[in-house]
């Protein structure tokens, strides 16, 4: 079992920075890569941004050049480091973890880009 807990989100104006945490406990060593996705209203369900164990990062190309996932393995956290918001980037943002047995969510953290 995976725990993720979400912290960071909120309201924020166009142009603006968020960063968002996810801290992770429970078998971390089973976890292959932690992501980050969104669902926006009415939207399907997006995955924004993914970190291996290896270090290895890829992004949406929507948040490409704007968007960074992190991590700190000291304090178990993974972070999402969001700059220049847009509007079309509100949504709840969920972090993720993939296992070779399961995939753990996160219950999410609102962001709100307003223009």
């Known amino acids: 079992q995976v725990q993720l807990v979400e912290s960071g989100g909120g309201l924020v104006q166009a142009g603006g920075s968020l960063r968002l945490s996810c801290a992770v406990s429970g078998s971390i060593f089973s976890i292959k890569a932690m992501g980050w996705s969104r669902q926006a209203p009415g939207k399907q369900d997006e995955l924004v941004a993914t970190?291996?164990?290896?270090?290895?990062?890829n992004y949406a190309d929507s948040v490409k050049g704007r968007f960074t996932i992190s991590r700190d393995n000291a304090k178990n956290t993974v972070y999402l480091q969001m700059n220049s918001l847009k509007p079309e980037d509100t949504a709840v943002y969920s972090c993720?973890?993939?296992?070779?047995?399961?995939?753990?969510w996160g219950q999410g953290t609102q962001v709100t880009v307003s223009s």
């Open positions: 993720i973890a993939l296992t070779p047995g399961s995939n753990y």
């Open positions: 970190i291996t164990s290896g270090g290895s990062t």
